[in-house]
């Protein structure tokens, strides 16, 4: 892998965290829910520090390039965190529904009384 | 024997008086509940000048969240039969007896059917009509002559499933579900009318396509494997 390449890997994955940092001090996002992306960020500087490691990786796999294999990684690690999202926004949405629901149906009653 | 309509309104001003002072008039022994389901007309308006009884959501929950507060407002009050009826006048109140004579003699759930003694035409909408058919058949077994239609009659079992289970796209899935779980279905014959006032949901035809993929979908590749245990 080449320095600059290095380098720039190293420059994003701080970037990412020092943009979740101040997202969360914000208060735009809970803590809970940045821990994939602290990762993600984690993961970039080990691969531009062992480059090595990736390559191995990528022949023991059977894949033929190195690029293949990150992009094929990325993508399916993508494609996680958004199914985890489409769990989350499920689970807002029943607990909203039911909060209206509930809100409705007590409103109702007490107007009765 | 209690009793309950459940009429789910959103942004039915043009119609929703009428249903309720009708369903007063055939059926004054029934209890009744509108859901308003956070309507941005002057259906809330409405309903309070004519003192009728009803559910303020304070949000729009869509259609299914609205009859569901229905359902569940039923079950907590312990009605027996839960009659989900539509707020835009395409339901007639006098074929409500039938369906809960059915309920009464123990059946689970009683839909109400337009085609049981009458043709389907071939218009796009009957043409999605058949395609539910076929899919509910492939999937149950059971032929239904008219799996959309939303004028049922449930008794205490699907009336706590309906209430519960927040999961579901609209009639057609709920129908394969009932079915899958051996719950007692069965499909009375009434008749229906064009809507009064208003405008249709299904009128704007990417609804329609997107309301055709999301049932297909949820009843050949959801409430097919879904079972209660």
């Known amino acids: ?113 | 024997m209690k009793k309950i309509l459940i009429i789910p309104a959103y942004n039915e001003e043009d119609n929703i008086i009428n249903v309720v002072t009708n369903l007063n008039k055939w059926h004054p022994d029934y209890d009744y509940i509108v859901v308003n389901d956070g309507s941005t007309d002057n259906t809330r308006r409405l309903l309070i000048e004519n003192n009728v009884e009803f559910i303020n959501l304070p949000i729009n929950l869509g259609f299914s969240g609205a009859v569901q507060t229905g359902y569940r407002y039923a079950y907590e009050n312990d009605y027996d039969v839960a009659i989900q009826f539509d707020g835009d006048g395409q339901h007639l109140p006098e074929f409500i007896d039938t369906l809960v004579d059915e309920v009464l003699t123990g059946t689970d759930i009683a839909i109400g059917s337009r085609f049981i003694d009458s043709k389907k035409d071939w218009s796009m909408r009957m043409i999605g009509s058949r395609l539910i058919s076929i899919c509910t058949f492939l999937v149950t077994g059971r032929k239904l002559s008219d799996p959309t239609s939303g004028m049922r009659a449930v008794g205490k079992k699907v009336m706590k499933v309906f209430s519960e289970n927040l999961d579901f796209i609209a009639e057609p899935d709920t129908n394969v579900y009932l079915l899958k779980n051996k719950y007692n279905l069965k499909e009375v014959s009434v008749d229906m009318k064009d809507r009064e006032a208003g405008e249709s949901h299904f009128s704007n035809p990417i609804n329609s396509v997107s309301y055709m993929i999301k049932i297909l979908i949820s009843i050949l590749f959801v409430q097919s494997m879904r079972s209660e245990d």
């Not at chain 1, 001090?25 to 809970?32: A, E, I, Q, R, S």
């Not at chain 1, 494609?79 to 909060?99: A, T």
């Open chain 1, 1 to 113: 892998m080449e320095l600059q390449l290095q380098l720039l890997i190293i420059f994003a994955a701080v970037l990412t965290y020092l943009y979740i940092l101040y997202q969360i001090k914000k208060m735009n996002v809970n803590v809970k829910d940045t821990v994939v992306w602290f990762l993600f960020a984690l993961l970039l500087i080990v691969m531009s520090l062992i480059p090595n490691l990736l390559v191995k990786i990528t022949h023991l796999l059977g894949f033929e390039i190195l690029s293949n294999f990150v992009f094929f990684f990325f993508i399916g690690l993508m494609f996680l965190v958004i199914f985890r999202q489409s769990l989350q926004i499920s689970n807002l949405e029943k607990k909203l529904k039911k909060l209206a629901q509930e809100v409705a149906i007590r409103d109702y009653k007490d107007e009765k009384k």
